[in-house]
């Protein structure tokens, strides 16, 4: 009993890591302005330096991701791989390859399904019969049956199969959640597909589909392609950018803003020459992959990268993630008025940031694999480390961290340092905008409501908002991301709240 209580314990102090970090790094800011700001300056300078080479590194990566995205939206995945698969050897056929759509729903109206659907029936390149698509219901939800009906009645003779799941209330151990209601439906089906009625598990991926999620026409298809052409198929996840143009016009430039910036950052991190990506949000495996790592887990929130770590200590750190450039367009959040948009845009990230809860569950699994290469795993927790501290901390860096030190320490002022700390800082972030102006130019052109046509008016608010960057980026992004670590800090678990769409 000691040693449960001490390993309890010890993941409990992992938990505080990601809130003792942030909040010891905002308070440096102020109390070593007052004692130590010569290190203080130090500290902003490297992260100004190290903020410049990721911007720069984002602009770049996402230009090249853009461009990629244009091409393969020309491609014809079946005939490409008719074209390459030839005398290969280890190819699957493409005719044997089918799929699983997971579709997990709470409360959700048709309308919003109706759109998912609407996608998943029509895409290019694939027979409708490959796809089966599983309305992961709740039982908790009172009209999941009739929304049911409605959903099987409208859909049924669009797919080989449409079949509904209804996740079971208060199991114990379980939190309310996507990712409790995917492991459900997740196991329905294989019983259904694998076990009752014979099918190979090794020609079924499966994909995990938020209730707003419009997959490009030819995803499927493509998916087809990579699956049987990739040797390493049941070590891979496959991921698409996740773009948030379903709803943009219609949600304040709050929102907007910040869900432009996510565009835009997640081509170019699929772009990322590291290698060391995560799946997000909608995103595919094999079968036999996701029932090797025991489905998701049941008992977290944020499931899509603790699903690629659960992968990734099953296999022996052998999984990875392969982009699929073709883009998969959601909803941002909104709401009946701007300020409910901007409130369920800011209990979303508060979701998301929660995802810190990997840290400590990486941390564990990491020791208790010493067959994954020492830097390998060493690898992976910085990456999850790096995301939740430049998460919850950037702002307070950029915006005040050159300020404080002069400010604060008037001696420290009058030192030519000191003196110059503002302007090195305003002459970075300045340089920083060409970054910014990526970013603007890349949305124009992947916006497909933009590149219809605004009005002149429409267009000065758009280039406008951007003013607003500073102030939304704080609302909408870090002070969520914080205020969940600081939730983690003390012991206070989140509940899983659906976004509401419209």
């Known amino acids: 009993m000691e040693r449960v209580w001490n390993s309890r314990r010890f993941y409990r102090f992992l938990e505080m890591i990601p809130g003792l970090l942030s909040w010891n790094v905002i308070l440096f800011l102020v109390w070593g302005s007052l004692l130590i700001p010569r290190v203080v300056a130090y500290f902003v300078i490297a992260f100004l330096i190290f903020w410049l080479y990721q911007s720069f590194k984002s602009a770049i990566l996402s230009i090249q991701g853009f461009w990629q995205i ?277 209990l979303q990230c508060q979701r998301h940031a929660w995802g810190a809860t990997d840290i400590p569950y990486t941390i564990i699994q990491a020791k208790k694999h010493p067959e994954i290469p020492l830097v390998l795993r060493l690898l992976r927790i910085y990456k999850l480390l790096e995301a939740h501290f430049i998460w919850s901390t950037n702002w307070f860096i950029l915006s005040l961290g050159a300020s404080l030190p002069p400010i604060l320490n008037p001696k420290f002022f009058q030192t030519s340092f000191g003196y110059n700390l503002p302007k090195f800082s305003q002459t970075i972030l300045t340089v920083c905008l060409l970054a910014l102006l990526v970013i603007i130019v890349l949305d124009w052109k992947l916006d497909p409501k933009k590149n219809k046509g605004l009005s002149f008016f429409k267009k000065i608010i758009y280039l406008i908002q951007w003013f607003l960057m500073p102030v939304a980026t704080l609302f909408m992004s870090v002070l969520p991301g914080l205020h969940a670590q600081t939730k983690l800090l003390f012991g206070k678990r989140l509940e899983y709240l659906v976004t509401k769409k419209y």
């Not at 329905?188 to 694998?194: D, M, Y």
């Open 70 to 346: 244009k091409k393969a939206q020309k491609i014809n995945w079946r005939q490409r791989y008719l074209s390459e698969k030839k005398d290969q050897k280890g190819w699957l056929s493409w005719k044997k390859i089918k799929h699983i759509i997971i579709i997990p729903t709470y409360k959700e109206p048709l309308s919003v399904l109706s759109k998912n659907l609407d996608c998943l029936s029509g895409q290019k390149g694939v027979s409708f019969e490959k796809l089966t698509v599983v309305l992961a219901m709740e039982k908790r939800d009172p009209n999941c049956r009739l929304i049911a009906e409605e959903v099987v009645e409208k859909y049924q003779n669009r797919f080989g199969r449409l079949v509904v799941t209804y996740h079971p209330p208060d199991i114990t151990g379980e939190i309310k959640g996507k990712a409790s209601n995917e492991a459900w439906a997740a196991k329905e089906i294989k019983k259904i597909l694998i076990d009752r009625e014979g099918g190979d598990i090794n020609y079924f991926t499966i994909t995990s589909s938020d209730a707003d999620t419009c997959f490009h026409p030819k995803h499927f298809s493509a998916l087809s392609y990579y699956f049987a052409k990739n040797r390493k198929r049941y070590l891979r996840f496959w991921q698409s950018p996740i773009l948030f143009y379903n709803n943009l016009d219609r949600v304040p430039a709050p929102v907007r803003i910040v869900s432009i910036i996510g565009n835009i950052i997640h081509i170019g991190q699929l772009k990322d020459p590291s290698g060391l990506l995560f799946n997000q949000s909608s995103y595919s495996l094999s079968l036999k992959l996701l029932d090797e790592a025991g489905y998701w887990d049941t008992d977290i929130i944020p499931e899509d990268w603790h699903l690629f770590l659960q992968a990734f200590f099953t296999k022996e750190g052998k999984v990875g993630v392969v982009p699929i450039f073709l883009p998969t367009n959601m909803d941002a959040p909104e709401g009946k008025t701007p300020f409910e948009a901007i409130k369920n845009r800011y």
